[in-house]
């Protein structure tokens, strides 16, 4: 065996040094997906959908690019799954870490790759598994060093019986668990999902007792299911009993359920590892209070399973922002005997110990079962990127003197700060701390938040149950819970005999705020407070709080606190109250009957339960608009802006944004009614709608072109987009005087013309063209000449992303020829949608329904396909079936997600 050279002895010991660095170097390093796959081989082919998720390509697309030699298949790709470990004439060999060092500076692998060390690979058994021990330990000294130098770990904890692992790997996943937990900074949970759907039939028969099993042994028609078994051991016994699928209704929703539990898998995993490629949160950050948000609630679950709170998903979901996951009210050991019964017979039940490694890994596994559970219902939902379905979890573990249940003695709180710290490698969005406990166990774990897990929000909380405070305390009570200044939001929930002071929670908070402000700064003390007072008594309370109001539900058969309403009652309350008004909003414009913004928005509004309409306000001229008195009535909430109007309504507000000012337009007027006087603000979110899905495309931020097509409005977006991109604007236009303007304002050079020589020049002096921006008119039906792609692009390291603001019709020429090229494209359906998010949490202060809103935008900008059956033909519905067929039309299934 070709052993590794030089591998040094592993410490054991993390490099806190490079710890601290973790926030700044992850987004360059390769993840790191570290376990023991099962019988259904579950790391590998996460590995891929990674890949495929990295790339923006399909498993059917990367698989004909294996078989197809480079540059025949006119697709990029520059992510690959690297696993050190092979076989050749020489024997078996592994990397050492020299050889990833190397790797790395030679930037030969980089943050879209995945290295992958399954302890469970079939190399580990070759030879009658006797270089297994030495494979072992080289991994690990490979985990611990990966670790070390900052890439990405996450930990696939693969339930070893319920997965089928071999007897080496399952000995191997218990030998080497504390090491895979230390080594790694996240972690999922997989039980039986990965497992195969002929396994789950045979699985499912054998130990349901079925009578006259054809499998030619006698004795009991009642088999238990033996653990070591392969992926594809059960495909004999699936067909000796006959378990058809096509004949059995129930087969085929098994194989069904199987086949989603996979999918939601790696749903979960692609979240995750956006969630660790995000910039880490500072306290202050003014996307806290939008996470936080204005009339904005979290519903607290109260299962000891979450699994029994299945029946309610589809009524409470879609009512809230976020969930509470109480980690307290957990019954471990009831989850872990439901989960023996729902397999019996693959687990021995009477042998089977519920040790602290089972306890954990079924608590780590409700987190993932509750998120993935809400996805068909998370409407409100805010963009993971391309993750819309993601439902922030709230990770609660409430102590028994704070409403909770959870042993508040010594060795309680020890174990609190521990699954604290699950909650973190979970990658849950909000973990709530509370703020009364061991100084030094808190500080460890804020420590390591901040240095590794700087994407999830810190909620300092305190809960006083029985006794009532007096104001001054509640303030200390509330400073306390900036957990000195690293707290992202706080919560403080007060209790009260007297229905008068159920506004003393508010009071206080208010006090609290200032005085945070003048300790910390304005920006550093501004934090979203949430507070409450408990019972039925202090019920105004939750009326009044603004931000994030923990909430019940009208379905649900009891509630988290005393006094706690639905979001529902809450909203209606406050519009009766005045709290929430009823608003206008308005899209200004002329000739705009066709406009997607009225839809778009007032389906947002409703989903997010707000009382306000969006209509349409047709003008010639700005001067018409203004003398409607519309700006000054106290029912006006904000308007949009489009065409011809974006310029002269400028002279009408009182504040320009500088972005605004920059590009020289509003798109967005904002309305501040805090002081003595209303205040309007221009605002632009047209160049962000530009930015973030281009942004989202680009394979890095190394700098390079953006070639601008156009000089109208729309392209001073563009240009300021491109500048925020690191990106040098270059432009092209049929009047190359309009262009020069844009290079005065923003920079860059003007072509005189696209040809081969002028293109060939940028490259050379700017660098390769990393984005295409065509603002020009859909008539215009512009394409470039074939030598763009075989000269202009050849030598260039990606081909480019390519937007056409155009989302009529929403398969431009420009769009279509590029995409079939291999490029990466962005419609522009994607960017209406995209600024109008940006105007909703203008407007609100609170995080937009993503999914919604884009859905109206599709359903208004797809093409409609006649389809024919034997009595007429019909239009098809304008939903994600018709997307998927017109891009089957137009050969675009390979960009399918980079735009949804």
Not at 218 to 241: C, E, M, Q, W
Not at 438 to 447: I, M, N, R
Not at 728 to 743: D, F, W
Not at 825 to 833: A, D, K
């Amino acid at each position: 065996m070709g052993a590794s050279r030089g591998t040094p002895a592993r410490t054991g010991k993390k490099n806190t040094n490079l710890c601290m660095s973790f926030q700044q170097e992850k987004a360059t390093r390769p993840t790191v997906l570290v376990g023991v796959s099962g019988a259904g081989k579950e790391l590998s082919r996460l590995a891929n959908s990674v890949i495929e998720m990295t790339s923006g390509l399909t498993s059917a697309e990367l698989s004909l690019l294996q078989t197809q030699p480079d540059g025949d298949n006119g697709v990029d790709i520059d992510c690959g799954v690297l696993e050190p470990v092979g076989k050749d004439e020489m024997g078996l060999w592994t990397y050492d870490t020299e050889i990833f060092d190397e790797l790395l500076e030679e930037g030969k692998i980089g943050e879209n790759d995945v290295i992958l060390l399954d302890f469970g690979n079939d190399y580990f058994d070759m030879e009658e598994g006797k270089f297994s021990e030495s494979f072992e330990e080289k991994y690990l000294d490979l985990l611990e060093h990966l670790y070390n130098i900052n890439c990405p770990v996450v930990f696939v904890n693969v339930h070893p019986e319920a997965s089928f692992m071999s007897p080496r790997s399952a000995a191997t996943a218990k030998r080497i668990e504390e090491d895979l937990i230390e080594f790694s900074h996240y972690e999922i949970a997989i039980y039986d999902e990965g497992l195969s759907s002929p396994t789950i039939l045979a699985r499912d028969a054998l130990n349901s007792g079925i009578d006259n099993i054809k499998s030619g042994e006698s004795g009991s028609n009642k088999k238990t299911l033996p653990i070591n078994r392969n992926v594809d051991s059960f495909d004999d016994i699936t067909n000796a009993l006959e378990l058809n699928p096509e004949d059995s209704p129930e087969h085929a929703a098994k194989i069904n359920q199987q086949i989603k539990n996979w999918n939601d898998i790696e749903w979960d995993l692609k979240r995750l590892l956006k969630l660790v490629r995000k910039p880490a949160r500072a306290v202050g950050d003014a996307m806290n209070k939008l996470d936080f948000g204005v009339d904005a609630f979290f519903l607290s679950l109260t299962f000891s399973d979450v699994r029994l709170s299945k029946e309610y998903l589809p009524n409470f979901t879609p009512d809230n922002d976020a969930m509470e996951f109480r980690a307290d009210l957990i019954n471990i050991v009831e989850v872990i005997n439901r989960e023996k019964v729902s397999a019996e017979g693959v687990i021995d039940v009477n042998s089977a110990e519920c040790s602290e490694s089972e306890k954990r890994f079924h608590m780590l596994r409700q987190v993932g079962l509750i998120r993935r559970m809400c996805r068909p219902y998370a409407t409100r939902a805010p963009a993971l990127e391309t993750i819309l379905d993601a439902i922030p979890l709230v990770y609660t573990v409430r102590t028994a003197h704070q409403a909770g249940t959870w042993p508040d003695d010594k060795e309680g709180i020890g174990k609190m700060f521990e699954l604290l710290m699950l909650g973190l490698r979970s990658g849950v969005e909000v973990l709530d701390v509370e703020s009364a406990w061991d100084k030094d166990l808190t500080k460890d774990l804020l420590d390591e938040a901040e240095e590794i897990y700087g994407s999830t929000m810190i909620l300092g909380s305190h809960h006083v149950v029985t006794d009532e405070v007096e104001d001054q305390e509640a303030i200390q009570l509330f400073k306390n819970c900036a957990l000195d200044g690293r707290a992202h939001g706080l919560k403080v929930v007060l209790s009260t005999s007297n229905p008068e002071n159920a506004s003393q929670a508010e009071r206080c908070r208010k006090i609290a705020i200032a005085q945070l402000k003048e300790e910390y700064g304005a920006r550093k003390g501004d934090i979203p407070a949430i507070g409450l007072v408990l019972g039925e008594t202090g019920q105004e309370s939750r009326i009044l709080n603004r931000h994030y109001t923990p909430v019940t539900h009208e379905s649900l058969p009891f509630v988290a606190a005393p006094g706690q309403l639905s979001s529902n009652e809450i909203m209606k309350r406050r519009v009766v109250e005045g709290i929430t008004p009823k608003k206008e909003y308005t899209i200004l414009g002329h000739n705009i009957a066709y406009s997607v913004s009225p839809e778009m928005h007032n389906s947002a509004f409703a989903t997010c339960g707000l009382p306000h309409e969006y209509g349409r306000s047709d003008h010639e001229n700005v001067d018409e608009f203004v003398a409607t008195g519309i700006l000054r009535r106290p029912s006006f909430g904000g308007a949009s802006v489009t065409i011809p109007h974006k310029q002269n309504i400028m002279s009408h507000l009182q504040k320009i944004t500088e972005s605004a000012k920059e590009i020289g337009a509003v798109n967005t007027i904002l309305v501040d009614d805090s002081g003595d006087e209303r205040i309007l603000t221009g605002d632009n979110t047209d160049w962000i709608g530009i930015y973030e899905p281009v942004k989202r495309c680009l394979r890095s931020d190394e700098g390079g072109v953006a070639l601008i097509l156009g000089a109208g409005g729309t392209a001073r977006a563009a240009a300021y987009a491109a500048k925020k991109l690191n990106l040098i604007p270059i432009y092209y236009n049929r009047t190359p005087a309009k262009a020069q303007e844009l290079a005065d304002l923003f920079g860059g050079k003007v072509l005189s013309e696209i040809s081969e020589e002028t293109l060939e020049s940028v490259v050379q002096e700017h660098g390769e063209i990393r984005a295409v921006i065509s603002t020009l008119p859909a008539a215009a039906e512009f394409e470039f000449d074939e030598w763009f792609f075989t000269k202009t692009l050849k030598e260039c390291s990606s081909k480019p992303v390519v937007l056409d603001v155009n989302y009529k019709p929403y398969n431009t020429p420009l769009l279509i020829q590029c995409q079939a090229k291999g490029c990466r494209i962005v419609r522009g359906s994607e960017m209406l949608w995209e600024q109008g998010v940006q105007q909703f949490e203008r407007w609100f202060e609170r995080r937009a329904p993503y999914k919604v809103m884009k859905d109206v935008v599709l359903k208004n900008c797809f093409p409609k396909i006649e389809e024919e059956d034997d009595d007429e033909s019909s239009e098809s519905d304008n939903d994600v079936v018709s997307v998927l067929k017109q891009d089957k039309v137009v050969g675009e299934a390979a960009n399918a997600t980079q735009t949804a």
